[in-house]
């Protein structure tokens, strides 16, 4: 049983253009939802988190828009470069601590 | 400033050999927890730990064990390892903010069963 579905399971996006990774969730009871970035041979880096109290969070080039009623939340890059090429993983907890429930993950290649 | 320290970085085991991977944070962090990353898979909780003395199992506790006797280091344990457990391993410490906590990840340990 997947709680965080993720999609699309790989991206390509050409220099400059938008990337868009969804997520939908089963638990009402999600408090805090993250994004992490992973590159080759390390491990995942906090990207950028949001809480269900508001709708859209940006961070620079990153943006998360989540949608309560719907129970699916997306990370937007802007002005994707080469240097975003990574793995993305949504994520979810309930009550914090490290109990967090990943998505299956997003490879991104970005073309120059 | 370390960070999350994780070894060995590649292992190979044979089956129903025993090993610990070693996880250490320098950052005082109360929480600290395993994940194991699967192809397809995302990553999945094994073992977690609130602070010194306290743990309890994640997703996927089975085969693996864990003990928490410092704020600092947070050793998991495969007490007979199967093919199955041919992973990557990811160490995780993290602290709480009003906001939601803040999860720092190692590099990862490599266990290949075979």
């Known amino acids: 049983q997947q709680q965080v579905k993720q999609s699309p399971q790989s991206l390509i996006v050409q220099k400059g253009g938008i990337s868009i990774i969804n997520c939908a969730y089963e638990n009402t009871a999600f408090d805090y939802f993250p994004w992490y970035q992973q590159f080759p041979g390390k491990g995942p880096a906090l990207l950028i988190a949001?809480?269900?109290?508001?709708s859209e969070k940006k961070e620079g080039r990153f943006t998360i828009s989540f949608n309560k009623s719907a129970k699916q939340f997306s990370l937007h890059i802007m002005d994707s470069q080469p240097g975003d090429s990574a793995t993305y993983f949504c994520a979810a907890s309930n009550g914090g601590y490290n109990k967090l429930i990943f998505g299956a993950g997003t490879r991104l290649a970005v073309h120059p | 400033n370390a960070g999350v320290t994780q070894t060995p970085k590649f292992q190979v085991l044979k089956t129903g050999q025993s090993m610990t991977l070693q996880c250490a944070q320098d950052m005082n962090h109360e929480y600290m927890s395993w994940y194991r990353q699967d192809p397809g898979m995302g990553l999945r909780l094994i073992h977690y730990s609130v602070g010194a003395g306290i743990t309890d199992q994640g997703e996927v506790p089975n085969g693996y064990n864990v003990s928490r006797s410092t704020t600092e280091d947070f050793p998991l344990r495969l007490l007979s390892a199967a093919p199955s457990q041919t992973s990557v391993y990811f160490c995780?410490?993290?602290?709480?903010?009003?906001?939601?906590?803040?999860?720092?990840f190692g590099e990862g340990s490599w266990l290949t069963v075979v």
């Open positions: 995780a410490s993290s602290y709480s903010t009003p906001t939601g906590n803040t999860i720092y």
């Open positions: 949001i809480r269900p109290d508001v």
